[in-house]
């Protein structure tokens, strides 16, 4: 699938599964009209032809030979870049919380969906954009953020917390 277009498509998964599968190129350069050659892939094919054709056959060969190329560090960087644009949750993280992967710092998971809550209103996300708090708590303990969990008891009762993670302020 080839999407191309002036606006990307906004992207709610934030599994790796949906961003390693995705290749942003960009196509920053505009040509002036006046520049713009409407007999460019006859004028390549006329004098380019040979070498183009070897240059495409040379590079299956290779990717053949080696089971991938890679991508260009210039897509690595725009997919990073796009997915931290998308990554409302992180942004929220940054803004709130320290991530610190000490099992020893724990928030309540209950305050820590609240405070998402309000943030996601005062950044103007919409309630289709805001996850439930179980899908919420999945995203926290996934392979991006990887927050843990345990139950702790508070007067006498049992408390969701996530581990790993401290407010700001603390």
């Not at 997919?79 to 709130?96: C, N, Q, T």
């Not at 995203?139 to 006498?156: C, F, I, S, W």
Request: proline share 2%.
């Amino acid at each position: 699938l080839l999407i191309a277009g002036n606006n990307h498509p906004t992207i709610k998964d934030s599994s790796d599964g949906t961003w390693r599968r995705l290749q942003r190129i960009m196509c920053v350069g505009k040509i002036a009209e006046q520049d713009k050659n409407k007999n460019l892939i006859e004028l390549l094919v006329a004098e380019e032809g040979p070498g183009i054709l070897r240059w495409a056959v040379d590079g299956a060969l290779a990717w053949r030979q080696l089971g991938d190329l890679g991508a260009p560090l210039s897509v690595v960087e725009a997919v990073k870049e796009y997915r931290d644009e998308e990554d409302f949750i992180g942004r929220f993280l940054l803004e709130r919380y320290v991530v610190t992967g000490d099992a020893g710092d724990v928030v309540s998971a209950a305050n820590i969906y609240q405070d998402f809550q309000v943030w996601a209103a005062l950044n103007g996300l919409g309630k289709n954009d805001v996850p439930n708090s179980i899908k919420f708590g999945r995203e926290l303990g996934g392979d991006r953020y990887k927050l843990g969990t345990a139950a702790v008891n508070v007067d006498g009762r049992k408390v969701r917390v996530r581990t790993g993670i401290k407010n700001l302020e603390s």
